[in-house]
């Protein structure tokens, strides 16, 4: 009878002192873990991510409004290479110019990026998302009204700089109201982003195209709708930084080599190089590359554009989910490599099959990005702001330096044969399987 006195104590309320001299808490079984990182956290560090029921009623709707306001920021962001035809007509650029455009906004995200996540894992600025949407609603605007070549860059550095605050917090966030469904709660997040870019071109194609580059103005009440939303999660943000001080220094210790997590990290990074060279080729240059070859219209282009992207969207929505399941090294590997084949058929297909292929290539290439983000971040414990920060920023630069190189090359040898040559960049994903198993897989 003592014996079941004790244990019935320990089940439902040891003393003070007992649970002092316990140094190592037992992990709570009800949760499964997602990685070996996750395994000897205390079961009540955060709320957030140890009791569903919290999860809930709390963290999913802040996911919902910041998805919602990672759609909007990347709708505004879409713009810029959505109105490319109009800019090189207005301004008589060509695809060296326009790369020079992406790559401006591209290296001012991606340089910054890094800089915000190191200094926000210091110091939290609960406001800083709503001050880096202003930025973005200053380049827009100076975007509807620049007359020359300059002012343009310089609106798209301002709207970089934007992106540099946006993306490395607004993970933190997604991270901190995960619930422990981390690859879940990324690809809630990043799928606003996916939307947003796919809805971009096409407001662009039917607001844009017909009235000119002024009519840009009107899309500054998405901005200011979001820095609403924004002020209200940086409340939210303010309001559980006890909490998430506690969990970062509960998981600030790596469990790996530091030889290990160097080559990871490296590998991590030719991966997303090659993923986001080749969506740049897709992002910056599809809708010439459809003009050109088969004769579409503009505004037909732009729809073409918008269908790519939105299967972006429906990728990286289910590569969190799947990576939660599975183990997110098989969805690396599967993600990157398995659009092999797709890319090599694109430069030899009709318009009808280069519709079909670039879904199927937007469906599983995008669902990369959120298992790299959540496993660098696994990999590097206690880092979400500067690993988000370093992912978010290279995966940017990339994606300039990938169009500002496509376009010098197109000018040369046209863009037809820029996909012949991109289509060979998939292959980088046979370095996968050099990626070490961090995590467990979660049960049915």
């Known amino acids: 009878m003592r014996k079941i006195r004790n244990t019935t104590r320990l089940a439902f309320g040891a003393p003070r002192r007992q649970l002092k001299s316990n140094r190592t808490p037992q992990p709570d079984r009800s949760v499964a873990p997602t990685s070996p990182n996750e395994i000897s956290l205390p079961p009540a560090h955060t709320l957030a991510e140890t009791r569903p029921d919290t999860a809930f009623n709390t963290a999913f709707p802040i996911l919902a409004m910041l998805s919602f306001c990672h759609l909007l920021n990347d709708m505004i962001q879409s713009l810029l290479p959505a109105i490319y035809p109009l800019l090189k007509d207005t301004f008589r650029l060509d695809f060296g110019q326009i790369g020079l455009i992406t790559l401006t906004f591209q290296v001012t995200a991606s340089l910054l990026q890094p800089v915000v996540g190191i200094y926000t894992d210091r110091k939290s600025m609960p406001y800083s998302l709503a001050i880096g949407m202003g930025f973005t609603l200053a380049g827009l605007l100076l975007l509807s009204h620049a007359p020359n070549f300059p ?243 290279f995966a940017f630069g990339m994606g300039g330096l990938g169009a500002a190189v496509l376009g010098e090359i197109a000018d040369h040898i046209g863009i037809e044969a820029v996909y012949g040559i991109c289509a060979f960049l998939p292959a980088i994903g046979l370095l996968a399987w050099f990626l070490p198993a961090i995590e467990r897989r979660k049960p049915a």
Do not use: C
Request: glycine letters at 10%; aromatic letters at 12%.
């Open 151 to 393: 002012l343009l860059l310089l609106a798209a550095a301002l709207i970089g700089s934007g992106s540099s605050v946006f993306h490395p917090e607004s993970s933190r966030v997604a991270r901190m109201a995960s619930g422990g469904q981390h690859g879940l709660a990324q690809s809630l997040f990043q799928v606003g982003g996916n939307v947003g870019s796919a809805i971009g071109p096409l407001l662009a194609a039917f607001i844009v195209m017909p009235r000119g580059q002024t009519s840009v103005t009107w899309f500054a009440i998405f901005a200011l709708l979001a820095i609403a939303l924004l002020t209200r999660i940086g409340s939210w943000y303010r309001a559980h930084i006890p909490a998430h001080r506690k969990a970062h220094a509960s998981t600030r210790k790596a469990t790996l080599p530091r030889r290990t997590i160097v080559v990871t990290m490296l590998i991590l990074g030719l991966l997303i190089f090659s993923k986001y060279f080749y969506l740049a080729s897709l992002s910056s240059y599809y809708t010439f590359y459809l003009m050109q070859k088969f004769g579409v219209t503009a505004q037909s282009a732009q729809l073409h554009l918008f269908v790519f992207l939105g299967a972006v969207a429906a990728g990286t929505l289910a590569g969190g989910p799947i990576g939660d399941r599975i183990g997110r090294r098989y969805v690396i590997w599967g993600s990157i490599l398995g659009v092999l084949p797709f890319t090599l058929l694109l430069p030899h297909a009709n318009l009808f099959w280069t519709t079909i292929l670039t879904v199927i290539i937007g469906l599983v290439l995008a669902s990369a990005f959120s298992a790299i983000i959540v496993y660098a971040q696994e990999l590097v414990p206690g880092r979400t702001g500067v690993i988000s920060g370093i992912f978010y920023g």
